[in-house]
Structure formats: C-alpha cells, structure tokens
C-alpha cells in the first residue's frame, strides 16, 4: 500500500500534539479522525474549553470522538477503521485490544530520549534534573506506559542558542519553549518516518529496559520552593515547571498571607547578609533570595491574585519585601 492511502486515527490532545496532527494533513494522508480528551473548564473562570487537538481537526472539518471511557462499547462500535494509529500527549492509556486494530499498529510520539523519562511529564523531567541533551523518539507503542520499541530519535541539546550582541550563547529553555521545540521536531520527524514504517523499512529496536527513568503526573503542590535547596537546583525548576504546575512560594508576614509566583530567576554569587534560606534582601532594584547554597535574583514574579510583574515594577507598589523571609 502506498503510505499516503492508508487511513490514519489521530490521538492526541494538547498542544503539543498540534504540529503532528498539522503535518500529516498538509502532506496528504487521510486523517479519518482525531481521538481526544472532553472539554473540561479552564481558568478562574471554569469556562468549559475544547482541547487544541478538537479545535484544529474541527477547522479540518475532520471527526471528532472524545470519550469519557476507552472501554466503552458505544465508543469501540464507533470508533472508525483505520491502518495505523498515531498518538501524541493523548493522556491516557489506550486499552491492548483497541491497539491492535490498526493493520500497521500504533506509534507515538514521546518528548524525550527513551528510555530515558518514561511518563507523562518527560519535558519538565528533563529541565529539572539538568540534562545535557533531549529529543523525541517514535515507539511502536505495546501495553506498556512508554515501553514499546524505537522506531526512531532524534536527539538536541536540552538549551536554545541565541544570538546577542553579536555573539552566540547557551539560553537556559523553559518548559513551555522546549515543548514547542519538540513539538515541530515531532512533527517532522513523523513525516520522515510514516512512509518508511508502512513500507517495512523500519526495524523496531527495544528500549534497554535497565536505563529507564520515570515522570510522573505534576499537581499544584509539587510547585512549592524549598529554600533550603541550592539556587540552581530552585532555578531549574522555575524553568521547568512553567507553566503548570508553576513555581511558589508562600510571604507569610503580610496582613494577608500572600502566595508568590516566581516567574523568572537567575543563580547569583553575590554574597548574602546573615539568614536563614528564603530571607528576601534588596541591592539597588535587584531583589535577591538566600538559598542552601548560593542565592538566587528573582527577575519576575506574580502576587496571588495580581498580574506578572518584573521585579522594578514590584518593588515600587511592595518594597517592603526586603528583609522578609519566604516560606
């Protein structure tokens, strides 16, 4: 069969699976439908919102299933014939059986260099932890979270090069950057990949299963800041959780205990007055943060229920910050 006959079902979700689903429309093969998650509310405001994945199949006018339940009856009888599968940040996962009905299997998309962070949180996994490099990898996807074997890679250092002032330099990426990054590398890598699969040029490689590292699922609490870490373990991860779960930190003298979002901050070595971690002073319009080990300038930053400021901005409308200590 020629690759650009066959049937695709897409599943996919969030933005990220966008430049795939984008690329195998624009270099023609048959999308015969897009599986993705519910609408669910979003916001303050929990205005109910459509995934980005629902949204860009339904400017392609193609069919959309969101189910609540993989297993469901009303669901599989519905679900439409297809040659291959290709999933990306679907968030679930898809049942051995429903795997097994596509003539050339299932293949997915992963922002990382498998084995190397397994689970559903690979990209902050990666920045957290420091990683020299990164990439995307295809698997031919079994029962297993993120285990199947390698179709194909690509690797990338885990930082962007940027040209200032002439010169070019290592910029330390944040989350939402490097998924962007990955994403389009996904997308391309996809499209050099699907027709050689189809036409059995593509020997799967099995993941060393003793190399393997796992991520997991990232909530609201696993944002908070222990000052007592080193600065640049605490800047990595501002970098890597932004935007969710988001970086905090709690200003507990105010009238009102105050939540603190740190947005943007970079280590320093200049040297700290005597504290305990988290003791907050200022030099000139620099405001900086002791740590367990060095210390840390805060660039940007939000007060609970304000907007993003930059730390001039803060410091006029909150000067009395300087000489707190945040917990």
Not at 137 to 159: C, F, Q, R, W
Not at 175 to 190: D, H, P, S, T, V
Not at 294 to 317: A, C, H, P, W, Y
Request: net charge neutral.
């Amino acid at each position: 069969m020629e690759p650009k006959n066959i049937k695709i079902v897409f599943w996919g979700t969030p933005e990220f699976a966008l430049p795939s689903l984008e690329a195998l429309i624009k270099n023609g093969y048959s999308v015969a439908a897009v599986i993705t998650n519910p609408d669910e509310p979003i916001g303050r405001s929990q205005i109910i919102t459509p995934p980005p994945a629902k949204v860009l199949a339904q400017k392609h006018k193609i069919h959309v299933f969101q189910p609540e339940k993989l297993n469901a009856e009303t669901f599989r009888n519905e679900l439409p014939e297809a040659d291959l599968f290709i999933v990306a940040a679907y968030g679930k996962i898809i049942p051995k059986d429903i795997l097994e009905i596509p003539r050339y299997g299932a293949l997915n998309i992963h922002p990382s260099l498998l084995p190397r962070w397994r689970g559903p949180s690979p990209i902050q996994y990666t920045i957290l932890h420091g990683d020299k490099e990164t990439g995307v990898t295809i698997i031919k996807i079994d029962e297993l979270m993120d285990h199947g074997p390698i179709v194909a890679n690509y690797k990338l250092l885990a930082s962007l090069k940027l040209r200032r002032s002439g010169q070019v330099t290592n910029y330390k990426i944040t989350c939402r950057e490097l998924q962007n990054k990955l994403a389009e590398i996904g997308a391309e890598l996809l499209i050099e990949t699907v027709p050689k699969w189809i036409r059995g040029e593509i020997t799967p490689m099995p993941q060393d299963d003793s190399q393997a590292t796992y991520s997991k699922i990232l909530k609201k609490d696993d944002g908070r800041i222990n000052w007592s870490r080193p600065a640049e373990e605490i800047e990595r991860m501002i970098r890597a959780f932004n935007p969710w779960p988001g970086t905090w930190t709690i200003w507990p003298s105010r009238e009102k205990i105050s939540r603190l979002r740190i947005e943007e901050a970079e280590t320093a070595q200049d040297e700290a007055p005597a504290g305990t971690p988290g003791f907050v002073w200022q030099t000139g319009q620099k405001l900086f943060v002791k740590t367990g080990h060095q210390n840390l300038e805060i660039k940007k930053l939000t007060l609970e229920g304000k907007k993003s400021l930059v730390v001039q901005d803060f410091l006029r409308g909150h000067p009395e910050i300087a000489g707190e200590v945040l917990i």
